[in-house]
């Protein structure tokens, strides 16, 4: 577990009763985020998104699989995240944590609900063998907020994917319907703030991601934290990570 | 399964109930004799077992607090709970519900008053018809009022979501499969704190809205079965 100071902690309380945080931003500001895609030939799609220090690249594999017994007819989405021990002096090697699987699940929550692969339109041989598409996401380098730096690769990582070069691939390209964004919202001290950094993650009583599409729909969520919301934090933190997830859309090359 | 072809009719859902209408809820405190507290609940057809042991010693002892206790939850499905056998054994989904349900109930409890020690809840489920996470929620949490842990208050929690383009509360299996939407809801009723959201679907902002009404008041009617049930072993007669 991530360690902070008490005197750290009173420190970035403090600022916050002043209407500032610990790192300058104002309350409904993102870090500097970059985005880069295609940095990886042997991946079918891939990107590498920065905000701030925290680093996320997302790899995207399109291979042949066996489709599920009660969907024949439906291709496969795989979405793992691995918290490298290069990331963090508290991730260690092993099998996946529990942040990790809740990571994971929350980037394949937004993508699967958005529907916004046409996995419907990828069998192969019905009920034999159907297109899986894998999004790997590789934590590089952990500064705060992996779950919007993580979704944002994924989108990213698939705006960028070309389909498999195989003569099963029947669709005209790969193409996304929608692109779904994720935004987290910390609260510490009853304020509401966007994309936590690390230290302000370590005082945080609790946080909310909610994951858009572009016509402004909610398509996932997740609480977390071990603080309560009200609800005018929900309703609050709704319009806020509405308004960010356009920002962030079009940074991943969306509309 | 198969869909139906409609899961709402003349603005009755498939099992007769209103939109807004939850299911039968049974809730008893206290059915096992060698936990600390335990808890059985029985939403539709839901069966789910919640056990607390603890305060207890940390084990094993690297993961003990110096400052707090520990609150450890597992949250498992029976294999013979669902449709197909289930593999027994911690999943992906399952590793995920005892987070979310472990932080739904860390907002009401005093863990600085038992620094090294766990808190043990243990939530079984038994036979599964879509909410166990919520069932399971508010069954551990009548476990720890009646294991005697300090309390704030309970916790009390419900599913909302949206079945051929309604907002309805505490979704069957049927309804959740073939849904649009799923969003199960914890809260501390009395104060309106929310201490477990997630949702996956779709909602406009106006349903999101309508569904946060739903979800308000199931949980207030989860909120008195539990504190009837706690009455009902503890009330001197």
Partial sequence: MEVISRIRRDYILHLLQQGKRVDGRAFDQFRTVTVEKGLIKTANGSAMVKIGGTQVMAGVKIEKGEPFPDQPEEGILVVNAELLPLASPTFEPGPPSEEAIELARVVDRGIRESKCIELEKMAITPGEEVWTVFIDIYVLDHDGNLIDASALAALSALIDTKPPADEAWKLPGFSLRKFPVAVTLAKINGQLLVDPCLEEEQVMDARLTMTFTEDGALCAMQKGGSGSLTREDVERAFRMARQKSEELRRLAGGP | ?????????????????????????????????????????????????????????????????????????????????????????????????????????????????????????????????????????????????????????????????????????????????????????????????????????????????????????????????QRQALKEKYMVR
């Fill in chain 2, 1 to 225: 399964m198969n869909r139906p072809e409609k899961l709402i009719v003349d603005g009755r859902r498939l099992d007769g109930r209103a939109p807004d209408e939850m299911r039968s809820l049974k809730i008893v405190a206290g059915p096992l004799q060698r936990a600390d507290g335990s808890a059985y609940v029985e939403l539709g057809n839901n069966k789910v077992l919640a056990a607390v042991y603890g305060p207890r010693e940390m084990h094993p002892k690297h993961e003990a607090e110096p400052d707090h206790c520990i609150l450890r939850c597992r949250y498992m499905m029976a294999p013979f709970s669902v449709e197909e056998r289930k593999r027994p054994g911690p999943d992906r989904r399952s590793m995920e519900i005892s987070k979310v349900i472990r932080e739904a109930l860390e907002p009401v409890l005093f863990l600085e008053y038992y620094p090294r020690a766990v808190i043990d809840v243990f939530v079984e489920v038994l036979q599964a018809d879509a909410g166990t996470r919520t069932a399971g929620i508010n069954a551990a949490a009548v476990a720890l009022a009646d294991a005697g842990i300090p309390m704030k208050d309970l916790v009390s929690s419900i599913a909302v979501g949206k079945v051929d383009g309604t907002v309805v509360l505490d979704l069957t299996k049927m309804e959740d499969q073939f849904g649009e939407t799923d969003m199960p809801v914890a809260m501390i009723a009395r104060r309106k704190e929310i201490t477990l959201l997630q949702m996956d679907g779709h909602f406009t902002e106006e349903e999101f809205r309508h569904a946060l009404d739903l979800a308000f008041r199931g949980c207030e009617k989860v909120y008195e079965a």
